[in-house]
């Protein structure tokens, strides 16, 4: 298996990270809170808060890309090229949730459109194989 599609099974875990840090709280799991989640979720303030929302954009974020990675291995697109955007995106998607956590917007925003430009990348590559 090459080192994208490993991206792509690590960009598909990374929401999880994301909701696991917005719910990591003792009332969460003492106060029964899995009953109702989305009630839970829709209270959630500050860094909570923000946890869950970059959990949200982390899995709008995966399709686009698992897509391009999928089209890159299918055209032949050049190995390491695809490996090398695959990998800035997991970079950028880490980034990003960590940005949105600590409510840094304008760092946040320029890690998003980065990872962006690596599925476009990775769709251009395509093309040209």
């Given amino acids: ?44 303030t500050g860094f909570r808060q923000r946890a869950y929302w970059a959990h949200l954009n982390t899995l709008e974020a995966l399709p686009p890309f698992a897509a391009a990675v999928l089209v890159a291995h299918y055209t032949g697109a050049e190995q390491g090229s695809v490996d090398m955007l695959a990998r800035v995106f997991i970079l950028c998607r880490l980034l990003y949730g960590l940005f949105y956590i600590v409510n840094r917007d304008r760092l946040r925003s320029l890690i998003w459109a980065g990872g962006m430009a690596c599925v476009v990348g990775l769709f251009v590559v395509s093309a040209m194989a």
């Fill in 1 to 44: 298996m090459t080192v994208a599609l490993w991206c792509v099974l690590i960009a598909s875990a990374l929401p999880y990270l994301f909701v696991v840090i917005a719910k990591a709280d003792p009332s969460f799991v003492k106060g029964n809170r899995n009953k109702d989640p989305r009630v839970y979720e829709a209270g959630l």
